[in-house]
C-alpha cells in the first residue's frame, strides 16, 4: 500500500489499526511543524525533540479518540503539541522563551522575507519580530511561519476569530513602524 498518497484521516484510521507505515508517513508528513511549535513554546531544542516524539506516541496510543467532525488531523496533532509543550513549561514552572527565529527548523521564512531584500533586512523583520508583545508575537508566528488561517489560530488558541484578525492587525502596524523606524535611523 502506498501512504503517501492517502488523506491524513485514512492515516489516523490505519494508526488505530496499529499500521506502523501509516504512523510513520504521518511523522514525515508532520513532524517539522510539530518540532518547530514545541522549540517556539519552550525555547530548548532537546526538549523541543522530546515533546515533538511524545507527540506521535500520543497519536499512536490515542488515534482511535480522533473526531474527523471536530477537528482536521493536523489541527487535532498540534493540540496534542501545544498540550504537551504547556505541560513541559508547567514542569519547569517557567515561562515561554522565544528562541530567535534563526532556530526554528520548519520556519517558511520566504513567506515573511521574500520581498525584503539581504540579510539587514532579514535581521530588521527579526528584531521587530522580537518586540511584539507575546500575543502578537503567537499569532504572527502560527500564520507567517506555522502556515496557519486565521481560522486555525482561532481554533487552536481557543480564541474568537476577531481577537486573531486584531492581534494580526496590530502585529503588522507596529511592524510597519518598527521597520520604518530603523530605516530612518539607519539612514541618519
Do not use: C, H
Not at 482536521?72 to 508547567?90: H, M, P
Not at 526554528?104 to 520581498?115: A, F, G, H, T
Not at 527579526?126 to 496557519?148: D, I, N, T
Not at 476577531?162 to 530605516?183: E, Y
Amino acid at each position: 500500500m502506498k501512504f503517501s498518497s492517502l488523506e491524513d484521516e485514512v492515516l489516523i484510521y490505519l494508526i488505530a489499526k496499529k499500521q506502523v507505515e501509516a504512523l510513520g508517513e504521518l511523522y514525515d508528513r508532520y513532524n517539522r511543524l510539530v518540532y518547530s511549535l514545541a522549540l517556539y513554546m519552550v525555547g530548548d531544542s532537546v526538549a523541543a525533540e522530546e515533546i515533538t516524539q511524545d507527540t506521535f506516541t500520543r497519536l499512536w496510543a490515542q488515534a482511535e479518540s480522533y473526531r474527523p467532525e471536530q477537528a482536521r488531523v493536523k489541527t487535532w496533532l498540534v493540540s496534542i503539541a501545544r498540550n504537551r509543550a504547556i505541560d513541559e513549561l508547567r514542569r519547569r514552572k517557567a515561562r515561554p522563551t522565544y528562541v530567535m527565529l534563526d532556530d526554528i527548523r520548519e520556519v517558511s521564512v520566504n513567506n515573511l522575507e521574500d520581498s525584503v531584500d539581504g540579510r539587514a533586512a532579514r535581521v530588521q523583520v527579526r528584531a521587530a519580530l522580537a518586540e511584539l508583545p507575546s500575543e502578537q508575537k503567537e499569532v504572527m508566528v502560527m500564520a507567517y511561519f506555522g502556515g496557519y488561517s486565521q481560522t486555525e489560530i482561532s481554533e487552536q488558541l481557543a480564541m474568537p476569530l476577531g481577537t486573531v484578525k486584531t492581534r494580526m492587525r496590530l502585529a503588522m502596524q507596529k511592524l510597519r513602524r518598527l521597520i520604518m523606524k530603523s530605516d530612518v535611523s539607519d539612514v541618519a
